[in-house]
Structure formats: structure tokens, C-alpha cells
């Protein structure tokens, strides 16, 4: 019977290797891609210093607004959500990359900068 440490610790490597993948195959060739693991175990994804994305839960989500958000419902995609201290489940605005997407070197840039453009206005709104 495995311990919850070492439960954690294949949840922990399966979260890597996830990470990996999406690193260095799905995001391959792309420049300027960075990421920073996060206190909850997440990565945030940056293209050029612009938060575009982040990896949780063997999950690949990308930034949405008003201008791309319906590229992502229109393929039936969820949002990345938590829940918060009072147990509520709370959504963000990342939603998963489908797989036609993941799968496509040509559409994943576009998404990208897609995601990227709605960093960039999420940032100026609340300034």
C-alpha cells in the first residue's frame, strides 16, 4: 500500500513529466518560452515575459478575455478553477487548450498570442 507521501511524491512526478511534455514537445520550437512553479505546485507559462498560460493538474490551460474566450467554449473547454478557503469553487480566466491545438504546431503559436494579447489587456484594464 503506497503512504500519502509517496502518493504525493507520483503526483509530484507525474506533474513534471507533464510539464516536460508540454515544455519540450507541445511548446518546442516556440521562442521565448519560460516557466515558475507556483506555491500551489502550478506553472505559469510566459512567452517573452507575457503570462499566456499555466500547467495544473496534468493540464494545459491558456489565458481567455472577451476576444478569444469563444475559440475555447466553442470546443466544449472548461476553465481552470480551485476552490477557495470556504470551500467555493472559484473559475479563472485560463481554459484548456484543446487538443486539435496541442497537437497542431501552427494553431498552438497562434493560440499563444492570442493568449498573450489577452494578458497584455487584462493588465491594462486593471491599470
Known sequence: ????ASMKKIKKSEQ?????????DVLAGISGITSRRTI????????EG?????VAD??????????????????????????????EDVALSYFEVPDEVVE?????????????????RSKKQRA
Open 104 to 120: 497542431n504546431k501552427q494553431l498552438i503559436g497562434e493560440w499563444i498570442n492570442q493568449s498573450c494579447a489577452a494578458s497584455i
Open 50 to 54: 507575457v503570462i499566456f498560460g499555466l
Open 1 to 4: 500500500m503506497n503512504s500519502i
Open 58 to 87: 496534468n493540464q494545459l490551460y491558456f489565458k481567455v478575455d472577451e476576444h478569444n474566450k469563444q475559440s475555447f467554449t466553442d470546443r466544449q473547454c472548461r476553465p481552470f478553477t480551485y476552490q477557495n478557503q470556504e470551500g
Open 40 to 47: 500551489g505546485g502550478s506553472f505559469i507559462l510566459y512567452k
Open 16 to 24: 513534471n513529466d507533464f510539464l516536460a511534455y508540454v515544455l519540450y
